[in-house]
């Protein structure tokens, strides 16, 4: 095996993939530069049409980062402070953060113990007086059961807002052969385009999808202060745009979103080739009607020794993260307000998972030598 520089090896390796893309994403932010159209210029516009065109879907609202999509997408729906809101325990905080902001009520539930993704029989069971919203996250890249989750939300007259972050160009199959976009499915779809995302752009950013005008012009204007009409303010808003020059760099992404996609998901078929057979380990599972954008390739360590294996990549050059250490029903800021309650399976995915290097520039020297090391760790 030749000779790996172990500096080279990064759990998403951004520097690479610029140099690859160089001369377009330099040349799409000098024109922002030249024209000084900072805020709110042609390049913002002309993305969300990108977006709608790649997605299939009627509106796309930019907004400052993913974060702010969730909450925007929340203060659109006709909510009121303590309806209920069900979410998935294993996900990153900020899907819970903004419901608690708005002084509405997490509700978190368990999720499948393959997918990781929120158990649809979980969320009928959460189902109260007071539940308003249906918040699924598409963990790690592929799609929740939105199939399930769309006629228990229409059963119970319930929006569904989807957290695409992880999963922006997954395709989402229903049984009777239409296909979807993660995003496009439920009432509203939010991502972020945080640089490490599938979609990254070099700042923060995010977006809003839907179908539906209403909830798209609502959108809109909360995103900007609560305006339709320059210095003429509705109904409270926040501030929240996509910078032109991050726009031009993702207009110049996008075009690539499905080889990145491709590349992701070449790297994880060799790792599902050469850590298939290794009885300590599952490999990811596909969520049979979704494809997998791969944000991250996740395994779970099945023998209790997850951090010892962390902690020989880690001394072999080789960088594996722990997504997500504390489910957000055991965090310290959620803990305190809500009863106790057990959700044996996100507590024990944080206890077995470890996300492998994933990115879009991954070389087969890399991943080889990635492999031969976890196989040593188990061989010992
Ligand atoms: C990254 C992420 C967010 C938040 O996006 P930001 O742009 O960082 O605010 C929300 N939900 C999930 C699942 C994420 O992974």
């Known amino acids: 095996m030749p000779e790996i520089s172990v500096k080279d090896i990064k759990m998403v390796d951004l520097a690479s993939q610029y140099q690859r893309l160089k001369s377009e994403i330099d040349g799409a932010m ?5 024209e000084t159209t900072f805020i709110s210029g042609p390049a913002v516009k002309q993305f969300s049409t990108n977006l709608e065109r790649y997605l299939n879907v009627n509106h796309v609202i930019p907004c400052a980062n993913g974060t702010d999509a969730l909450q925007i997408a ?4 006709p909510l009121t402070a303590g309806d209920e809101i069900i979410t998935s325990a294993f996900t990153f905080i900020a899907t819970a953060e903004v419901i608690a902001l708005l002084g509405l009520k997490p509700v978190f539930v368990d999720v499948d113990p393959n997918t990781f993704n929120i158990d ?4 009928k069971k959460a189902i109260t007086q007071k539940t308003k919203v249906i918040l699924p996250v598409h963990i ?3 799609c929740s059961d939105m199939e399930a989750i769309m006629e228990i939300a229409n059963e119970n007259k319930l929006f569904v807002v989807e957290d ?5 160009g997954a395709k989402y199959t229903f049984k009777n052969g239409d296909q979807k976009t993660a995003g496009t499915i439920g009432d509203i779809g939010t991502t972020s385009f945080f640089p490490s995302k599938n979609l990254g752009c070099f700042g923060d950013g995010g977006a809003l999808m839907t179908n539906n005008i209403e909830l798209a012009s609502k959108s809109k204007e909360i995103s900007n202060h609560g305006s339709k009409v320059r210095y003429y303010h509705d109904v409270v808003g926040i501030n929240s745009r996509l910078d032109s020059l991050q726009a031009a760099i993702l207009n110049e992404k996008l075009k690539h979103l499905d080889d990145f996609s491709s590349r992701r998901n070449t790297a994880a078929s060799y790792y599902d080739k050469e850590l298939g057979s290794v009885k300590e380990l599952q490999i990811p599972s596909r969520a049979k009607n979704s494809t997998h954008v791969f944000h991250q390739y996740t395994l779970k360590v099945l023998n209790g020794k997850r951090d010892e294996l962390k902690k020989h990549l880690e001394e072999k050059g080789i960088p594996a993260m722990v997504y997500y250490p504390v489910p957000l029903h ?9 009863l106790a309650q ?3 399976v996100s507590e024990l995915l944080a206890s077995q998972v470890l996300s492998l290097p994933m990115h879009t520039e991954l070389t087969n020297d890399q991943l080889a030598y990635i492999c031969s090391q976890i196989k040593d760790f188990f061989n010992k």
């Open 30 to 34: 000098q024109k922002v530069i030249e």
């Open 164 to 168: 695409t972050a992880q999963a922006i």
């Open 120 to 123: 649809v029989e979980c969320v």
């Open 140 to 142: 790690f890249g592929q």
């Open 330 to 338: 055991q965090q310290n800021v959620f803990k305190s307000t809500m």
């Open 74 to 77: 929340l203060m659109a729906l």
């Open 342 to 344: 057990k959700l044996p």
